[in-house]
């Protein structure tokens, strides 16, 4: 049984409904570009988010 589609605004801001999801194709990315850089780069949204947390962010090294 197909999932129940229930559109909803675009977690982006930009004011369209999605089909879904959180955000409507490619707004998640500009989403993420815009977040890491409100902060000063990943780095620092990083130490954001383990604070924020309470705990280390794992990243795979491999
Ligand atoms: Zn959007």
Do not use: Q, W, Y
Request: glycine share 12%; net charge positive.
């Amino acid at each position: 049984m197909p999932r129940k589609i229930r559109p909803r605004k675009c977690a982006c801001g930009c004011g369209a409904m999605t089909r879904g999801g959180d955000f409507l194709p490619g707004h998640d990315a500009r989403t993420l570009s815009a977040v890491i850089s409100s902060v000063g780069g990943v780095a620092a949204l990083r130490t954001l988010v383990e604070n924020a947390l309470k705990r280390r962010i794992e990243v795979e090294t491999e």
